[in-house]
C-alpha cells in the first residue's frame, strides 16, 4: 500500500471515529454536510487510485448524518485496508455487512442480524458495537455489551485425587534366644528324672 493510498485510510478512521463521537453525544451538529463532502473527496481519490473497485461505494449524499457517515468511512478503510487473499466466500459472517445494512432495515429486523452474528462468531467488537448504537434499541445494545463483559465461567472442579494404597506392615523378625524355635528346646522325658530321683548316691542339694 503506497503512502497516498494509506492517508486516505488514515483519514476515514479519523472521520469514522468523530461521526462516532458525534452521533452517540448529539455534538458537532451542523457538520454532517462537510463531513460528507470529506468522505466523497476521499472516496473518489481511492477510485483514481484503483484501491477500491468500481461500484463497490458510492458518494454519501449532501444530507446524511453521523450515523450513515461514519458507518461508510469505516467500511470503506476496512475494505482498502484488508488484502485481496483475505476476502473468503463465507463473507456472511463479517459484522462489517450489519453496518453496511444498519441504515436500510428497521431496528428489530437489524437486531436478529446481531444476535445471528452472535451466535455465529461468539462476539462482536467494540468499534462495531458502537456504530451499530443508532440504530438499535438500549435493550439490544445492553444485550450486546453483558455477551461481551458478562461473568466468565468458573472454572470445572479438579479432579479428586485418588487415595494412596495402603503399605503393607513389614513381616515379624523372629528373636534369636532360648524359647525362639520349638525344635530346638530339649524333650522333656518323665522316666529319665524319676529314675535319677531313685539314685541312692543323688545328694539332697541334687535331687
Request: aromatic residues 4%; glycine residues 8%; without cysteine.
Given at each position: 500500500m503506497?503512502?497516498?493510498?494509506?492517508?486516505c485510510?488514515?483519514?476515514?478512521?479519523?472521520i469514522?471515529?468523530?461521526?462516532?463521537?458525534?452521533?452517540?453525544?448529539?455534538?458537532?451538529?451542523?457538520g454532517?454536510r462537510?463531513?460528507?463532502?470529506?468522505?466523497n473527496?476521499?472516496?473518489?481519490?481511492?477510485?483514481?487510485?484503483?484501491?477500491v473497485?468500481?461500484?463497490?461505494?458510492e458518494p454519501?449524499p449532501?444530507?446524511?448524518?453521523?450515523?450513515?457517515?461514519?458507518?461508510e468511512?469505516?467500511?470503506?478503510?476496512?475494505s482498502?485496508?484488508?488484502?485481496?487473499?483475505?476476502?473468503?466466500?463465507?463473507?456472511?459472517h463479517?459484522?462489517?455487512?450489519?453496518?453496511?445494512l444498519?441504515p436500510?432495515?428497521?431496528?428489530?429486523?437489524?437486531?436478529d442480524?446481531?444476535?445471528?452474528?452472535?451466535?455465529?462468531?461468539?462476539?462482536?467488537?467494540?468499534?462495531?458495537?458502537?456504530?451499530?448504537?443508532?440504530?438499535?434499541?438500549?435493550?439490544?445494545?445492553?444485550?450486546?455489551?453483558?455477551?461481551?463483559f458478562?461473568?466468565?465461567?468458573?472454572?470445572?472442579?479438579?479432579?479428586?485425587?485418588?487415595?494412596?494404597?495402603?503399605v503393607?506392615?513389614?513381616?515379624?523378625?523372629?528373636?534369636?534366644g532360648?524359647?525362639?524355635?520349638?525344635?530346638?528346646?530339649?524333650?522333656?522325658?518323665?522316666?529319665?528324672?524319676?529314675a535319677?530321683?531313685?539314685n541312692p548316691?543323688?545328694?539332697p542339694?541334687?535331687?
Open positions: 503506497n503512502n497516498e493510498i494509506q492517508a485510510v488514515n483519514l476515514l478512521r479519523e469514522a471515529e468523530i461521526a462516532n463521537h458525534a452521533s452517540l453525544t448529539g455534538s458537532l451538529a451542523g454532517e462537510r463531513a460528507a463532502a470529506r468522505y473527496s476521499t472516496l473518489n481519490r481511492l477510485l483514481e487510485l484503483g484501491a473497485g468500481p461500484g463497490l461505494f454519501l449532501d444530507d446524511s448524518n453521523y450515523g450513515e457517515i461514519g458507518i468511512a469505516r467500511m470503506l478503510a476496512s482498502v485496508d484488508k488484502p485481496k487473499e483475505e476476502f473468503r466466500p463465507d463473507m456472511g463479517d459484522p462489517g455487512i450489519l453496518l453496511r444498519a436500510f432495515v428497521d431496528r428489530k429486523d437489524l437486531a442480524m446481531v444476535r445471528d452474528q452472535l451466535r455465529q462468531a461468539g462476539s462482536i467488537d467494540m468499534e462495531t458495537i458502537a456504530h451499530l448504537g443508532p440504530f438499535l434499541d438500549r435493550e439490544v445494545i445492553g444485550d450486546l455489551l453483558r455477551g461481551r458478562g461473568p466468565k465461567p468458573p472454572n470445572p472442579p479438579a479432579p479428586p485425587v485418588p487415595p494412596v494404597p495402603p503393607p506392615a513389614p513381616a515379624a523378625t523372629p528373636v534369636a532360648r524359647g525362639s524355635d520349638p525344635e530346638q528346646e530339649p524333650a522333656f522325658n518323665a522316666a529319665e528324672v524319676i535319677k530321683l531313685k548316691s543323688l545328694s542339694e541334687e535331687r
